[in-house]
């Protein structure tokens, strides 16, 4: 095949343009050109960019360490002050608030004070993202060695952060920690998720892997006629009970305890959400669970998956890279595409009926699907 010889066809093309633009020569023409400059000053900073991002990271991550951005939630803070209270000398400290500030997340005041940026101020007010950013130490740790990680090598710690996800052994105290920061990660997930999709004709929905109830509890504030019931494992089930009482909404909120892999999905729900939970497991895992999913559902019951997706054909930024590596180091799932999720899906016995595109997918991409009448493909047996 002429498209596949090393020097001809689309191939040839792309080698000889790939040498092209690799040339020192090429490089310099390029940079100085009125037709290719802007370009090529574009692409030399994205690629500074990438390697400059692990110093970002760890920018924000002390800050975040330090506290730093809410001792300025009330105003300007001068470095003496702020080396003083984090116990950094002087020196290094203006090193770190002149980082902060390249990369707008503090801005330099008059009279040597520094302040927060908007930047700075949102992220105080994202729920739960300060200690999703302090507990990235582990992921850092995973990735520290990427050549190993990527061939299977590491022995990765971040699974052991989220014991409870897979039923391990835990303290209460430590349960309640990590659910706690999984439930307030919950809160844009749960906004996003009933921004796509219209709830409003759900008679009882079934929250799958429902934590500590927190995406059940907007949705029964959004929706109040829907009834709720919650099915986790049982270190993690109860932990909704309180939710439900503060919110008002035990009267309507049923919780029942199990591992999807074991037992049956309770029936007398006509719509059963999947949020965060297919991107823990294996494609077999997957399949058991929708079918399951499906057994439970009356013919004409809804589906409704929520979760940080690959892009599929087009890999994009949160899908492929963060939460993609995120998962592997996690040991037991994946972060898979719309299609990938649909067709597992429809392997299932479902039918899709919305992939809306998603307000921010590095928060979440939802699908809806409906149980049609035919037997599922599955054997849940
Ligand atoms: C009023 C004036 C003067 C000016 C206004 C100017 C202006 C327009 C300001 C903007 C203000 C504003 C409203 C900003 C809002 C910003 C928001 C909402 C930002 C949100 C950012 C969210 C981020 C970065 C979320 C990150 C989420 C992460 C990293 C989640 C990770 C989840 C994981 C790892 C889950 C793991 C689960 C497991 C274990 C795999 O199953
Ligand atoms: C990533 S968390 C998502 C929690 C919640 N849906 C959210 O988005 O905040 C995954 C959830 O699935 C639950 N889970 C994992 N394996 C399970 C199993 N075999 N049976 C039932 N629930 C399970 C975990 O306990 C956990 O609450």
Redesign the pocket.
């Given at each position: 095949m002429p498209g596949e010889r090393e020097a001809g066809g689309w191939y040839g093309i792309s080698g000889w343009s790939n040498r092209l633009i690799a040339s020192r020569k090429f490089q310099k023409w390029a940079a100085k050109s009125f037709l290719t400059r802007r370009m090529v000053r574009r692409e030399g900073a994205a690629l500074f960019g990438l390697l400059a991002g692990f110093c970002h990271s760890q920018v924000l991550m002390a800050l975040v360490q330090f506290d730093i951005f809410n001792l300025l939630l009330n105003g300007p803070k001068t470095l003496e002050e702020l080396a003083e209270t984090c116990k950094v000398p002087q020196d290094r400290m203006t090193i770190l608030l002149r980082a902060a500030v390249a990369l707008k997340l503090l801005r330099s005041k008059g009279g040597g004070r520094f302040a927060l940026s908007?930047?700075s101020?949102?992220?105080l007010?994202?729920p739960g993202?300060s200690d999703?950013?302090r507990?990235h130490d582990v992921?850092y740790r995973d990735l520290s060695d990427p050549a190993a990680f990527f061939r299977g090598e590491t022995q990765t710690e971040?699974a052991d952060?989220?014991p409870y996800?897979f039923g391990g052994e835990m303290e209460p105290q430590a349960a309640k920690t990590y659910s706690d920061l999984?439930a307030r990660?919950q809160e844009?997930v749960a906004e996003d998720t009933l921004r796509s999709l219209d709830l409003s004709t759900v008679g009882t929905l079934l929250d799958v892997g429902g934590g500590s109830g927190a995406f059940l509890e907007h949705v029964g504030r959004a929706h109040p006629h829907v009834k709720l019931m919650l099915f986790d494992l049982e270190q993690v089930a109860p932990t909704a009970a309180p939710r439900f009482a503060a919110a008002g909404m035990d009267d309507r909120a049923q919780i029942a305890c199990g591992s999807f892999k074991t037992d049956a999905i309770p029936e007398g729900a006509d719509s059963i959400s999947l949020i965060?939970?297919l991107?823990?497991h294996t494609d077999e895992t997957v399949a058991m669970l929708l079918a399951k999913c499906w057994a439970s559902l009356p013919v004409g019951g809804r589906l409704i998956i929520s979760e940080?997706m690959s892009g599929g054909a087009c890999p994009e930024p949160a899908g492929d890279v963060?939460?993609a590596l995120?998962?592997l180091a996690?040991r037991t799932?994946k972060t898979r595409s719309i299609q990938e999720i649909s067709a597992l899906c429809r392997q299932a016995g479902f039918d899709i009926i919305k992939t809306p595109k998603p307000a921010?997918a590095?928060?979440t991409r939802c699908l809806e699907a409906r149980k049609v009448a035919s037997a599922s493909a599955v054997n849940i047996s």
């Open positions: 908007k930047t101020a949102a992220l007010g994202v993202l999703m950013i507990h992921l971040l952060f989220w996800v999984m990660s844009l965060r939970v991107y823990d940080p963060y939460f995120y998962t996690m799932g921010r590095f928060v």
